[in-house]
């Protein structure tokens, strides 16, 4: 009876982990998402950030934290930086030869 008691009060408990815990959001896509979705490009285009983390939440993403982070990351994606949207305007080509002549 005592090392019975002994043995209880020494054993450890397994405790669940969260195995996506710290992993950045892109390793998040790369693990998760990526088998069925070639780029992250357009997967948030017209979805509101609160009803994308939910989705995510429910069906994919093991934690509220995890899912937050992934919409954050699909939503980055999806922005367009102000840099890109004032680039230098493209040079002509040059017209191409007529041929038969």
């Known amino acids: 009876m005592i090392l019975a008691v002994v043995a209880v009060l020494t054993t450890t408990f397994a405790s669940a982990q969260n195995l996506d815990a710290g992993k950045p959001a892109a390793k998040l896509f790369a693990d998760g998402c990526s088998s069925c979705h070639r780029s992250p490009r357009g997967l948030a285009k017209g979805r509101f950030s609160l ?3 939910w989705f995510l939440k429910d069906h994919y ?3 509220s934290d995890s899912a937050k982070a992934l919409a954050a990351y699909l939503e980055s994606v999806d922005s367009v930086p102000r840099a890109a949207e004032k680039s230098a305007p493209r ?3 040059p017209p191409r030869p007529v041929q038969g002549q």
Do not use: F, I, M, N
């Open 51 to 53: 009803t994308l983390t």
């Open 61 to 63: 993403a093991t934690s």
């Open 91 to 93: 040079k002509p080509r």
